[in-house]
């Protein structure tokens, strides 16, 4: 008799949880059954979700290795839309199938001679790189140019852009970064506490900008162009430039850019007379930091899963005497 109430209590709560969950769905179906999500606004689906629906929600985005996000990230819905960044070029591609690069910026001619005793930047082009692949890929965009991206998206890659590289947008900023160690733990200070990036998704964006910023050995020659920056070796780094540029460009008034856009030309010329033996140790050097943090986000992961958590003990309804 004790043992079939002990039963009958384990199966009790099972029956309820899952009684609730499938009411929580069937809720958050008829809340949703008038809504056309094509057109809806973020922020209008947000203020529909219940409290609980937003905890689930922001716990999946922080653990990317719970099973709601691994759900999440398996949808065939969202495999179908996603877009890879121009510089994952299998998939960003426009209709004719030739690949959705940024548009390349013009630089006059006189900035493009080599200036003795220029300061090196290579590391605030590191810092700047880092961040840009970041956003574009916090984003889900090909890039900036793309015909996809909406002022929303541009209002975000400017403000994300501007608390992550100060020095690129404040007009009096003179901060010259001198390591590649001194960037990062700059560059991720500056993220809020809950979105600073985990060694995994650092791995990655360094991995990003190394190939960026590796100088291109062989030079494709495309058909017709006017700009000889298209046929320069620095050419994906440069067009990182390019894209930020038309980011501010469309996503700002003209008065609140204009700076901008004369600091992104003198980087601009700074990447095409740099020597490329420079930017391909940089980029060395952001290729080794990413295994190694590949490696310690293994490690950590190896670590969570060999560890087996202590079982939840229940008190019985009914106790034996």
């Not at 409290?51 to 819905?77: G, I, Y």
């Not at 985990?198 to 291109?216: G, I, Y």
Request: hydrophobic share 40%.
């Amino acid at each position: 008799m004790l043992e079939l109430l002990k039963r009958f209590e384990d199966e009790s709560v099972e029956d309820a949880e899952a009684s609730e969950e499938d009411e929580d769905e069937s809720d958050l179906a008829r809340r949703f059954a008038s809504v056309d999500l094509d057109t809806v606004s973020p922020d209008n689906i947000w203020e529909m979700l219940s409290p609980s629906e937003r905890e689930k929600f922001l716990r999946a985005l922080q653990d990317p290795n719970s099973e709601v996000a691994k759900q999440l990230l398996a949808s065939e819905e969202l495999r179908k839309n996603i877009r890879e960044p121009w510089w994952e070029d299998r998939r960003s591609r426009d209709e004719h199938g030739e690949p959705e690069e940024p548009v390349m910026m013009t630089i006059p001619v006189a900035m493009l001679k080599p200036v003795p005793n220029r300061p090196l930047l290579v590391y605030n082009l590191a810092a700047i790189c880092i961040t840009y692949t970041f956003v574009v890929r916090h984003l889900g965009l090909v890039s900036f140019s793309s015909k996809l991206c909406d002022r929303a998206d541009l209002e975000i890659g400017i403000e994300l852009l501007s608390t992550l590289v100060p020095f690129l947008t404040a007009r009096k900023s003179t901060l010259v970064h001198t390591s590649l160690s001194g960037t990062l733990t700059d560059l991720c200070s500056r993220f809020d506490v809950q979105n600073t990036p985990s060694p995994d998704l650092l791995s990655a964006l360094l991995r990003d900008s190394a190939f960026l910023m590796s100088p291109m050995d062989v030079m494709e020659h495309p058909e017709s162009t006017d700009n000889t920056l298209e046929l320069h070796p620095h050419r994906r780094l440069l067009l990182v430039l390019s894209d930020i540029e038309q980011l501010f460009s469309l996503g700002s008034v003209p008065q609140q850019s204009k700076h901008v856009a004369h600091k992104l030309t003198f980087y601009s010329a700074h990447v095409a007379s740099m020597p490329s033996p420079l930017l391909r140790s940089v980029a060395a050097e952001l290729r080794a930091k990413s295994m190694v943090l590949n490696e310690e986000a293994q490690a950590h992961q190896h670590d969570m899963t060999a560890t087996v958590p202590a079982a939840t003990v229940r008190k019985p309804i009914v106790e034996e005497i």
